[in-house]
């Protein structure tokens, strides 16, 4: 069965850091592009940032630019996204999802492209 499991998330102060992964289960994640993406309370699902199935391209929403990283480990079928300096804004519930290989990760993440997602997980910034 293919799933995509997430872990981390949870209450954080302003200003601190979280780390979000997201494990492949049932496959391997060599072929496909891997994005997060986040929902905020009364706002639609957004693109934080994508990683191109070849390493080769990254992309960052402007609100997370300089703050947070992408990266994968293929051998370890795990991709994590590394949240720092994290405002009350970047609170919502941030979701994993795999996206065919073509996907660039250049320039503009299209969330139609992304499909087989993570069950989510509550990231909350407050003090």
């Known amino acids: 069965q293919v799933q995509l499991l997430q872990s981390g998330g949870g209450l954080v102060q302003p200003g601190g850091s979280r780390t979000l992964s997201c494990a492949a289960s049932?496959?391997?994640?060599?072929?496909?592009?891997i994005g997060w993406f986040r929902q905020a309370p009364g706002k639609e699902r957004e693109a934080v940032s994508c990683i191109s199935a070849n390493y080769g391209s990254t992309y960052y929403a402007d609100s997370v630019k300089g703050r947070f990283t992408i990266s994968r480990e293929n051998a370890r079928k795990t991709v994590t996204l590394l949240m720092n300096s994290l405002k009350p804004e970047d609170t919502g519930i941030y979701y994993c999802?795999?996206?065919?290989?073509?996907?660039?990760?250049?320039?503009?993440?299209?969330?139609?492209?992304?499909?087989?997602w993570g069950q989510g997980t509550q990231v909350t910034v407050s003090s």
């Open positions: 999802a795999l996206g065919p290989r073509y996907v660039s990760c250049s320039g503009y993440v299209s969330i139609a492209d992304f499909g087989s």
């Open positions: 049932g496959f391997t994640l060599d072929n496909y592009a």
